[in-house]
């Protein structure tokens, strides 16, 4: 085994989920750097190292040095601690203040800023705020490292280590052993099999309840993330016995267990997590409420209202369009679905100027800030986004709004409602008071939410609510590829693909990915540009069935950046590479920044001194920490389903067999509406043919559309017992 010593001059790259680097590093009396590559997650600038392990050639980089053991030492010449100082390690500490502290104190620096760091106000520049901040974060990353280490010592990625600490500050090492299991619940990207690597090296055993209670936790909450809000028991046990491997009866005798504890509810032989059962129960009573009170706004004629309105929005109703008009001035609850051009809109526009003249207390709101937006330009009132309808309350990750501080509304209009998943619609419904009507507006062929359940079709399928089907497509809308070609696609026929240049709707074969990817990037940069004059950054976005793959959005996003937005100076963190001008998209709820999943924004700048990035949202500037960028990632490319709710003037879509799996109907449907303007599909037309002809739904179990029907059997209108407070 080959061994080298020397000082990191530079990290090149880091992988924060396992801790893979590649580094250069520096020998003593040697000119020229070596490329260090292995699994080394607590190195930094600056520090020495004594390296084991084997001398590799690289097809691409050449020759490296393969690190299979390590051990590190405080860097120890004035060389070394200037680049440890400078490399971002502590906040507001770039390469001019390193030099000053470094010229001024010597190999004794790191001694000083340990032992006396009050000595640093001697430099000039250093007052004593920054002199302050300066010892607070040394002595953090003193404790992080202590964390880092511990961690690696039990086979867990130092990546979170940060996060970790952040949760639990100096109690990190006693919290990760007490429980080791609570990561997961806790740490934003720690799953259970992180968490059970660290539980079996500290001594847990493979039987252990605490185990085999964590494991079914985390199976049914990955089954939340997959859509379902409950599952049939005899499917999710052999699920959880893939996790936990041990025996099924262990399994089920736990899950019974939990089930005693009303962690869990079983019944009808599905399983919930208890608060997605409570979820749907709460629903379904707060909509039995809503449909059995009476309403605030007096009763009027409907049809001298709806012939009223056509003159003063100088329109002419469909049939289907005045019944919705009548209808949704009628029920309690109400819910009008439609594809795109049937008149979705207009219907808003015209029950908004109706109710307007009965009431002022209305209000709009979608789930998505761009959806919101949208809405607002189309009625030319304020829509607000459901979490800011609700006043998110930031301490406590809840709303301000809900039972006992209800909105005070007569009229709800929800756009966009096939976006809301169970957790929200609840947490909407205990917030409207009773007076109030509710108008559902959305697309049930489309894509359903991000998030858990399948709302907008159970509250359809429960035949409790009334609902108008909107099918005709006007004239104004006939005229668009894209709406034409949209409601083919959803009635299971092959979209027209053979339009010319200047038609909004188009369709480049390319037979292999690498070809299509090739299409879209010159597409992306220079076609439509210059045929269409829309910029690349804003109006145009690539939309991708998968992830991963040549024409995944992960590997066109890296594509397109590096001919978008080259950078000499790029940042490396959480797997990712950044840029200052990156378009960018937040794919978690973030309340504290009020920055929500899939918003979308540019990178202003990065201080890599501070550590900070500056996020531009729509309306508002964002700071992260670099500890915080797992919840970015590059949005040049993004899923289907991740840009659901959003439109953008130009959409462009790989589509090939490779994405077999993927290619559902309302995938396709869902991308294509989309586009405001101009809509292109790289691939193949069998492709596009699988798409089409796939009509089936990938099935989300749930259990609300029972739930509401339960509910309308036995509902009575009066507050509920204490009970079933105690459940929601």
């Known amino acids: ?47 020495t190292v004594f390296c084991k392990g084997s001398w590799k050639n690289h097809p691409t980089h050449g020759k490296q040095f393969e690190v299979s053991d390590y051990t590190v030492e405080s860097p120890s010449d004035v060389i070394g601690i200037q680049k440890y100082l400078e490399s971002g390690l502590v906040k507001g500490i770039g390469p001019v203040y390193a030099k000053k502290i470094v010229d001024r104190f010597g190999v004794d620096t790191l001694n000083v800023i340990d032992n006396t760091p009050h000595r640093l106000l001697e430099i000039e520049g250093l007052g004593r705020k920054k002199v302050e901040k300066l010892k607070e974060c040394w002595q953090q990353q003193r404790a992080i490292r202590e964390v880092m280490v511990f961690l690696r010592a039990h086979g867990v990625s130092p990546g979170y280590a940060q996060k970790i600490y952040k949760a639990y500050g100096d ?46 936790e985390f199976v049914l909450w990955e089954l939340t993330n997959d859509g379902h809000t409950c599952y049939p028991f005899k499917d999710f046990v052999p699920l959880a016995k893939g996790i936990l491997e041990v025996e099924e009866t262990l399994i089920e005798t736990q899950t019974f267990k939990m089930v005693e504890k009303q962690l869990l509810i079983h019944k009808e032989g599905f399983i919930w997590l208890k608060p997605y059962f409570a979820f749907e129960q709460g629903i379904s009573r707060d909509l039995m409420r809503l449909i059995k009170s009476p309403q605030a706004i007096r009763p009027i004629d409907t049809e001298k209202a709806a012939s009223w309105v056509q003159g003063q929005l100088s329109i002419q109703f469909a049939e289907q369009q005045k ?31 109706i109710t307007s003249k009965l009431t002022d207390k209305i209000f709009l709101a979608a789930p998505t800030g761009r959806a919101a937006k949208r809405l607002t330009q189309i009625t030319r009132k304020k829509a607000f986004t459901i979490h800011a309808l609700l006043e998110m309350d930031f301490a406590s990750g809840g709303f301000k709004k809900g039972r006992d501080n209800q909105l005070d509304c007569d009229l709800l209009v929800i756009d966009e409602a096939s976006m809301i998943d169970t957790p929200l619609l609840f947490h909407l419904l205990r917030a409207i008071p009773s007076r109030a009507r509710l108008l559902f507006v959305g697309d049930i062929d489309q894509l359903p939410s991000v998030g858990a359940g399948t709302v907008l079709r159970d509250l359809i399928t429960s035949d409790a609510i009334g609902v108008t089907r909107l099918t005709e497509i006007f004239r104004q809308a006939k005229g668009s590829k894209i709406i034409t070609n949209a409601h083919r696609i959803n009635h299971g026929e092959f979209p027209e693909v053979e339009t010319h240049e200047r038609s909004d709707f188009h369709f480049i074969e390319a037979e292999t990915p ?23 950054f804003d109006s145009i976005q690539v939309l991708s069935p998968m992830k991963r793959g040549v024409i995944g959005a992960e590997m066109l ?5 590096t001919l978008l937005n080259p950078s000499d100076k790029p940042l490396f963190r959480s797997g990712g590479r950044f840029h200052v001008n990156d378009k960018v998209m937040q794919i978690r709820n973030n309340y504290d920044k009020k920055v929500y999943n899939g918003d979308i924004g540019r990178i202003i700048d990065i201080d890599s001194a501070e550590q900070t990035m500056n996020i531009a949202f729509d309306d508002k500037l ?40 993927l290619l559902h109907r309302n995938l396709l449907y869902t991308a294509v509406t989309r586009g405001k303007r101009q809509v292109y599909l790289v691939g193949t037309k069998k492709a596009i043919g699988i798409a089409v002809g796939n009509d089936q739904v990938q099935k989300r179990y749930t259990g609300l559309e ?22 929601i």
């Open 557 to 561: 996003n890296d594509a397109l950046q």
């Open 171 to 216: 109690a990190s090492i006693e919290k990760v052993k007490e429980n080791p299991y609570q990561l997961a619940r806790d740490i934003f990207g720690v799953g259970f099999k992180m968490a059970d690597a660290v539980a079996l090296k500290i001594g847990f055993a493979l039987h252990s309840p605490e185990r085999i209670t964590a494991g079914i």
């Open 514 to 536: 690498e070809a299509i990817q090739q299409v879209i990037l010159q597409l992306v940069s220079k076609d439509i540009p210059r045929l269409w004059h829309f910029d690349p």
């Open 1 to 47: 085994m080959d061994e080298l010593t020397g000082y990191i001059e530079a990290i090149v790259y880091t992988q924060p989920e396992n801790g893979f680097t590649v580094a250069r590093l520096k020998e003593s009396k040697k000119k020229d750097y070596t490329v260090i590559v292995g699994y080394l997650p607590t190195l930094q600038p600056g520090e």
């Open 706 to 727: 029972g739930a509401i029907k339960e509910m309308a059997k036995t509902f009575k209108l009066e507050e509920p017992t204490h009970h079933q407070m105690e459940l």
């Open 622 to 661: 964002v700071s992260y920490e670099f500890a915080e960028l797992d919840e970015i990632v590059l949005a040049y490319a993004t899923s289907v389903h991740k840009y659901q709710g959003s439109e953008c003037p130009c959409i462009v879509m790989p589509i090939h067999t490779s994405h077999f799996k």
């Open 323 to 353: 019944e919705a008009v009548i209808k949704a001035l009628t029920d309690k609850v109400h819910i009008i679905t439609g594809g795109p051009g049937t008149g979705k809109s207009t219907i808003t526009n015209a029950i908004l100027t």
